[in-house]
């Protein structure tokens, strides 16, 4: 069976950049994630109301606290590839995080 992706919102999204490329765009993120052992970073599909748009929650998986986690925050970078079809009809791409959010619109 598949495991199950246990991400949680990272703190902010600092950076989202939209890069053309031959079949579609590639959406990369750079945030920040609060503690520095955060692992696994993904763009999570967030369900939207809101046509032509599509919504992402920048997560992260964070092993369990003990004593010596290291609490600095860490920069991360993450990047999807969307296809001609998936971006069919869309015109703005929203990723979130804890604090803030950043939106690009085609």
């Known amino acids: 069976p598949d495991a199950v992706y246990m991400g949680q919102p990272l703190d902010q999204v600092t950076e989202l950049r939209i890069e053309r490329v031959a079949d579609g765009a ?4 750079q945030g920040i994630a609060q503690r520095a052992d955060a692992y696994d970073i ?5 369900p939207t109301d809101r046509a032509g748009e599509l919504h992402y929650q920048l997560q992260g998986e964070f092993p369990e606290v003990t004593r010596s986690t290291i609490r600095l925050q860490r920069p991360v970078t993450v990047a999807i590839h969307l296809t001609d079809q998936e971006l069919e ?6 990723v979130s995080a804890l604090r803030n959010a950043r939106e690009s619109r085609r």
């Open 26 to 29: 590639i959406v990369r993120v």
């Open 42 to 46: 993904r763009l999570v599909p967030q």
């Open 89 to 94: 009809g869309v015109r703005r791409i929203r």
